[in-house]
């Protein structure tokens, strides 16, 4: 009986130890970065201004902890420029993603290049 008390308490005192495991750490840092993608799809009413200060304040909490943004998180800031009439921050924007993602390099040197255009035929 004393065998099996001790094997008992050991597989408990295993569980509790892998129960208080530190969980990893997330890849990104996603803030409210999610939620304002989604209202943004939604429709929300809310400006561009006020989307963009939510997207600035989002980075500086991760740029504050040390981690990294998420992926599309600075494209959609550089839409977000275009749509305040900003190109040359949404230029920027769209190289950081690029620079951060090179996997987006094909996106965003599309996105560059309406920007280009855009300008180049604007009086």
């Known amino acids: ?3 099996l008390l001790r094997a008992g308490l050991a ?3 295993t569980l509790l130890l892998f129960g208080c495991a530190a969980q990893p750490k997330p890849l990104y ?3 409210s970065y999610q939620p304002q993608l989604y209202a943004y799809f939604q429709g929300d009413g809310k400006s561009p201004e006020q989307q963009r200060t939510a997207l600035e ?3 500086a ?5 040390g981690e990294a943004l998420p992926p ?16 040359a921050q949404a230029r920027t924007a769209f190289l950081a993603e690029e620079a951060e993602f090179p ?7 599309f996105l560059i290049g309406n920007l ?3 300008q180049a035929s604007a009086p």
Do not use: C, I
């Open 29 to 31: 840092y996603w803030g």
């Open 57 to 59: 304040k989002t980075a």
């Open 116 to 118: 280009n255009r855009s």
């Open 61 to 65: 909490k991760a740029n504050a902890k």
């Open 72 to 87: 599309g998180f600075h494209a959609h800031l550089g839409l977000l420029y275009l749509r305040m009439g900003q190109p």
């Open 103 to 109: 996997e987006s390099k094909p996106y965003m040197d």
């Open 11 to 13: 597989v408990a005192a």
């Open 1 to 3: 009986m004393t065998a």
